[in-house]
């Protein structure tokens, strides 16, 4: 295999498969590794699907990407020949004034993006699925949707392998990055590599690749859950996809797809996990219980139905805002981690921002919100 390269990818989970396949259109002589082969239940990108919603209450600076990413998901539809994404639509719930709920519809008025409101009356007509409290206020986004996350995963492989500059090492860990004269030298399970430039897209591992250099870094484990659910009013677009504020947590959801069933989670839970020692749904008492109390009250008629659930964990900021951006000491590496448990629905454009990063050393896109030498402030909600 070949030892030189122009640029490196350490990770090629969500964000590095994406960078992977943007920048075998730049045909630079690439190289991506990963520990496990991608898409794998280790990381911070399994359970078959993901939410893209367009209003973000994480804040205006994510609109121009959701809408560009949106675009090329379709084009990514095209390129593989793939059903990548489902327009279900999602319903937004909530008490009165719940933060998230306020922030999604400040957003939308500003970029003049759909967001219907709904009563608790309009919903029992058109969602009667959903039981949802006559003081709450509810929102649908008709554009927003299902990304199918883990065939999204297996595309950008399929894709990747296409290009002859990209070649790919799976199962192979990265234990160490240092800089040398002209460029970098990647310390791997399988002997060193050489590069002009690396990514370092390495999820909840990417602070412990780098030197010199501290990230206020935390991954935090999330559950997540199945419930059986037959007849065509749980599949989309009769059923869209769901994020409630209720009773104080936060739950998010999506319609039967593919006969697995409803899928839930709780967004808002935070216990502190190594991404080395994953603890598996069941390890507390209380993460069947949490995902069954939501279903009781919100989507009745299957909450006797649960299947199995499954843990995952986010990489958070103090901030909740990602970081993209160079070494402060190298410009050679380029650091993209942080995702605090919202980054796959704009990973298709990360992976674009990347490879301009590498290709162009600046991109067209604004982030500098995602400065790694900026202040983090905490973010509660
Ligand atoms: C339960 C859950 C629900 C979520 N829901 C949503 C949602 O609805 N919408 C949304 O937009 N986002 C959501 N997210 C967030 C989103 O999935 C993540 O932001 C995204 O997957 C992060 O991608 P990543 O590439 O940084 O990490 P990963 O996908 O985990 O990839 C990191 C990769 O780096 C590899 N790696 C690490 N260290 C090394 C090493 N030393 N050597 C070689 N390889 C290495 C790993 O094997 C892994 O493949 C959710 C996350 C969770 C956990």
Known sequence: ????????????????????YYL????????????YTPPHSKGSHHGETRLIRHASA??????????????????LEKQSNEKLFYPSGTLLAGEENAPFIADSVSVAKRYSLPLESLSAKQIEHRFPQFTVPNTYQSFFEATSGVLMSTKILLAFRQLIAHYNKVNTLYDTKVISIKSIHNGVEVITSRGSFFASKVIISAGGWSERLLDNIELPLQTMRKTFGWFKAVGNEFYPPNLPCFYFNFNKRKYYGFPNISGSGIKIGRNDSEIPMEPDTKE??????????????????????????????ETCFITKTP???????????????????????????????????????IKEGKTTYDISTFSINRQFKENTQ
């Open 319 to 357: 901030d909740k805002n990602f970081i993209i951006d160079s070494h402060p000491e190298n410009d050679n590496i380029i650091i993209a981690t942080g995702f605090s448990g919202h980054g796959f629905k704009y990973s298709i454009v990360i992976g674009e921002i990347l490879s301009q990063l």
């Open 24 to 35: 075998g259109k730049t045909g630079l002589e690439t190289l991506m590794i990963d520990m």
């Open 1 to 20: 295999m070949k030892k030189n390269y122009d640029v490196i990818v350490v990770g090629g989970g969500a964000i590095g498969s994406a960078a992977g």
């Open 280 to 309: 598996e749904f069941g390890e507390y008492s209380e993460d069947e219980e949490d995902l069954i109390y939501f279903m009781k009250k919100i989507i009745p008629a299957v909450s006797r139905n649960f299947k199995k659930g």
């Open 58 to 75: 994480e804040g205006t600076q994510y609109v121009p990407l959701v809408l560009r990413a949106q675009e090329l998901w379709s084009d």
